[in-house]
Structures are given as C-alpha cells and as structure tokens.
C-alpha cells in the first residue's frame, strides 16, 4: 500500500529572510537560476538579439524576468521593514547572500541583487558605511568602462558550474548582428566572420549549461521565495523611500535655520 506522504504547508508570511542562513538563499537562488538557465535554447538568444522578440524567445524572456523580479523582491524586502535598524539589518543579509552568491559564481543573481541596493529608491536612504562601500565594491565588478572588462576577467576565471550574466551576452549578441552583415560587402557570400563571432558568444554559454550546479533543494526556503512574486511596484517602492526621508529634507532644514536668524 503506497503512503502519501503529508504535505509541506507553510505560511510564507510568518517567515523572514533572517530566518535562514545567508548560504543557503544563495544556493537556493542559484538553484532557481539554474533551472531557468538551462532551459534557454541558443536559438532564442539570435533571434532576441535580432528583434526582441519574447513570443520566439520564450524560455530566455522567463529567465531575465525572473532577473527583473528577485530584484524587485529584494528592494520590497529591505522598504518593507518599519525602523531603520530592521533595514539596516535586511541590507547587510542581502550583503552577506552577495557574497555567497560570488562564491558559487552565479553573476546572474549577484548582479539582480546588486541593481536592487543600487536602485533610486534605496540608494537615497542613509546606510552605514560598510553597506555603500560593499556596494561600490561590487558595482566594480560590472564597471562598464573597457567593455566589461573587470568582469569579463572574472567570468574567464571561474571554474563551472558558473551563471553568466545573461544582460551582457545579449548585448555582445546585438552588438555583432548591428554592426555586421549577413552578407560580404557587395556579394551574396556568407559573411562568416559573423557568424563566428556569434558561435563564440554561444558556445561559452552553451558550455556553462552543460555543466550544472549540485544543490539539493530546500521546500522552505522556495516557498518563502514563492516564485518573488511578493513584491512592490516602482512607484510604491518610492512612495515609501520618500516616506521614509521625504525629498528636500536637507533643504528645509537649512531654510528654517536660515529664517530663525
């Protein structure tokens, strides 16, 4: 007789980001990037770089969703907090996943997370040094001055498994099909240089998705996640970062000194 075993049921609400170990939302992220990233087919990142088309490039429009929406999340998590010791307490966990993130060598999610403590609405806040300095620290790491080069470096370093920064090999991919013909100048010749610089681009993410991660999956944790779903919009996100320091804060104070004189 075959036993089914109890469902898992848990109330994502009553759970914090502070209740599991930075180690392991940054496997379980990677987790989740892995399986997104392993779906893509090359074919969807030409034909995107061509037109930017979602409908043909189905798996590939999922996979930076999920980029745009961790992101999102994470901006949600630290705004959400009501003082500013719980956010400063939130931002420094989200330090600490970075950091474990650039061990396992996902960029993906580094780089999610990273344009989520860069983003206007918390970068305005008041953080202790150690956070802003953390954050310059790894905005170092996507410098786009020489091409990404910094990066581009680390990327060639690291030993797989290893998640791409998938904004930046689309770029490369758009980059060549502008600036190069289909075709030889006046001819109807293949223009092979082309397509090998794409089969270059390809073939070293071709490569990393052979090579997959070995992380066994925590139900607690991807229910807390649920997908990131939970999350603000961008304007709410301001709203409540100019609740939090309303804008020309610094100015009315200097007029109101001013006045008293």
């Known amino acids: 007789m075959k036993i089914t075993p109890p469902l898992l049921i848990i109330n994502n609400k009553a759970m914090k980001l502070l209740d599991f170990k930075s180690s392991d939302i940054a496997e379980q992220m990677t987790l989740l990037d ?38 999102y999340w994470a901006r949600s998590r630290i705004l959400e907090q009501d003082s500013a010791k719980a956010r400063e307490r939130v931002i420094f966990k989200f330090v600490k996943i970075m950091r474990k993130l650039r061990t396992l060598n996902n ?70 099909h502008i600036g190069n013909s289909d075709r030889l100048p006046n001819s109807e010749l293949i223009n092979f240089w082309k397509r090998w610089q794409q089969f270059t681009i390809l073939k070293h993410l071709h490569w990393f998705q052979q090579r997959p991660y070995s992380i066994q999956r925590k139900e607690k944790i991807m229910i807390y996640f649920n997908r990131f779903d939970d999350c603000f919009g961008e304007e709410a996100l ?12 610094t100015s009315k104070v200097s007029s109101s000194i001013l006045n008293a004189k």
């Open 34 to 71: 892995s399986e997104l990233f392993n779906r893509i087919e090359l074919r969807e990142l030409l034909v995107y770089a061509q037109g930017q088309s979602e409908e043909m490039s189905p798996f590939l429009t999922r996979f930076t969703e999920h980029f745009n929406k961790l992101s």
């Open 107 to 176: 960029f993906n999610s580094l780089l999610s997370l990273l344009s989520a403590l860069d983003s206007g609405p918390i970068r305005r806040l008041e953080w202790p040094r150690a956070v802003t300095q953390s954050v310059r620290d790894f905005s170092l790491l996507i410098d786009s001055s020489s091409s990404f080069k910094v990066y581009r470096e680390e990327l060639k370093k690291a030993q797989p498994p290893c998640l791409p920064y998938i904004g930046l090999i689309l770029q490369d991919l758009t980059f060549v």
């Open 238 to 249: 301001w709203q409540i970062s100019e609740k939090i320091k309303p804008r020309n804060r």
